[in-house]
């Protein structure tokens, strides 16, 4: 069963940087899409991004779009999201999410079976 560590979250000033890892184990990464959503404290889930499995797909939601990049690199089962010129509304608990047929992108989180734990992302003075 494939299982998903996040890492890379933090504590971050308005217009930093984060990037966001993803590292999957129990299964090879290249049969899987990867989705990225986050929930902010009293707010529903968002999807942010997602990769199809060769890479060669990817979408963004309309708030992150030109700030934020996902890649992977299959050789190393890791997916990962850059965020750039972060703003305080982005501060939320990040979540990768992996499903199958990996050709797809999608952001529609009823898609996606498995999840990592999340990792907060904290844009602040």
């Known amino acids: 069963q494939l299982q998903l560590v996040e890492s890379g979250g933090g504590l971050v000033q308005p217009g930093g940087s984060l990037r966001l890892s993803c590292v999957a184990s129990?299964?090879?990464?290249?049969?899987?899409?990867i989705g990225w959503f986050r929930q902010a404290p009293g707010k529903g889930r968002e999807g942010v991004s997602c990769?199809?499995?060769?890479?060669?797909?990817?979408n963004y939601a309309d708030s992150v779009r030109g700030r934020f990049t996902s890649s992977r690199d299959n050789a190393k089962n890791t997916a990962y999201l850059q965020m750039n010129s972060l703003e305080p509304e982005d501060t939320a608990v990040y979540y990768c999410?992996?499903?199958?047929?990996?050709?797809?992108?999608?952001?529609?989180?009823?898609?996606?079976?498995?999840w990592g734990q999340g990792t907060q992302v904290t844009v602040s003075l």
């Open positions: 990769i199809s499995n060769s890479g060669s797909i990817t």
């Open positions: 129990g299964s090879t990464l290249d049969y899987y899409s």
């Open positions: 999410a992996a499903f199958s047929p990996g050709s797809l992108c999608t952001m529609n989180s009823d898609m996606f079976d498995s």
